[in-house]
């Protein structure tokens, strides 16, 4: 299990409920430039696919995103990266509804992202 200290969850968007803050810490950023900023200073940007994925794409951020089954045309279909961002992993509904799956991949993904980023250790 990965520990507060080892690995600290930002949230990007302006609604933070503050039940949510026991277990990560808003970003406190009020503008696109103030997002930018911080999320260029990320290791890891994980998102559906909003603003955010675009914006941490095109800084070239490690990024993984998690898309509907049937996906925003941008994303393409059959595919587990971006042409348009080539630091974005992409993680796919196996079906309409079905993020379980989705969520269980990620969750392995990033004990093993933090494991070799040596953050896991926490």
């Not at 503008?31 to 890891?44: G, H, K």
């Not at 909003?50 to 490690?62: D, E, I, N, Q, W």
């Not at 004990?111 to 040596?118: K, M, N, T, V, Y």
Request: charged share 25%; net charge negative; aromatic share 10%.
């Amino acid at each position: 299990m990965v520990t507060r200290a080892a690995c600290e969850v930002i949230v990007l968007q302006n609604e933070f409920d503050a039940a949510d803050r026991s277990w990560a810490t808003p970003s406190g950023c009020a503008t696109l430039a103030e997002v930018a900023a911080c999320v260029a200073s990320l290791d890891l940007v994980i998102t559906v696919d909003t603003v955010f994925a675009h914006l941490a794409g095109a800084l070239g951020r490690p990024t993984w995103v998690l898309l509907h089954a049937d996906p925003d045309w941008r994303w393409m279909t059959d595919r587990d990266d971006s042409p348009w961002y080539p630091t974005v992993r992409l993680y796919r509904q196996p079906a309409p509804d079905d993020w379980s799956g989705v969520v269980t991949r990620v969750a392995r993904d990033l004990r093993e992202w933090l494991d070799a980023s040596g953050l896991g250790r926490g």
